[in-house]
């Protein structure tokens, strides 16, 4: 899967599951690490690791397998990473602290169109 299309879809999967301020990061120009950066948050730590969870089980049912992950124990901030593509779960207070956004300032933000909700 190319990594565009991998963070798209992960975003998307993020979102459905109600994840806070997705967004996606193409630092790709920035670093060697990774090519997109996928952010969200949980509303509590449970939140944060189902999200998590629901990322890796749904990604490997498309045939993509994390390469590592952290975070799990402390369900703070989870790091998912796919090689081309780094996912980025955090509880609220966490993503304010780390702020990688500010962090990473230079990189470019995928516009994202994301279904609207039922009903709406």
């Known amino acids: 899967?190319?990594?565009?299309?991998?963070?798209?879809s992960i975003a998307k999967l993020l979102d459905t599951k109600k994840a806070d301020n997705v967004k996606v990061l193409k630092v790709r120009d920035l670093?060697?690490?990774t090519d997109y950066f996928v952010i969200a948050n949980g509303t509590s730590?449970?939140?944060?690791?189902?999200?998590?969870?629901?990322?890796?089980?749904q990604m490997e049912q498309q045939g993509v397998k994390v390469l590592r992950s952290e975070g799990y124990d402390?369900?703070?901030?989870?790091?998912?990473?796919?090689?081309?593509?780094?996912?980025h779960?955090?509880?609220?207070?966490?993503?304010?602290?780390?702020?990688?956004?500010?962090?990473?300032?230079?990189?470019?933000?995928c516009n994202i169109e994301f279904d609207a909700p039922q009903g709406e």
Do not use: C
């Open 1 to 8: 899967m190319e990594s565009l299309q991998l963070a798209t």
């Open 31 to 33: 670093t060697v690490l």
């Open 45 to 57: 730590s449970t939140h944060v690791k189902s999200l998590a969870e629901e990322v890796e089980f």
């Open 74 to 87: 402390s369900k703070n901030w989870i790091l998912l990473d796919y090689g081309t593509v780094i996912v």
């Open 89 to 109: 779960v955090f509880y609220p207070q966490a993503r304010d602290f780390y702020d990688l956004e500010h962090l990473w300032a230079d990189a470019e933000e």
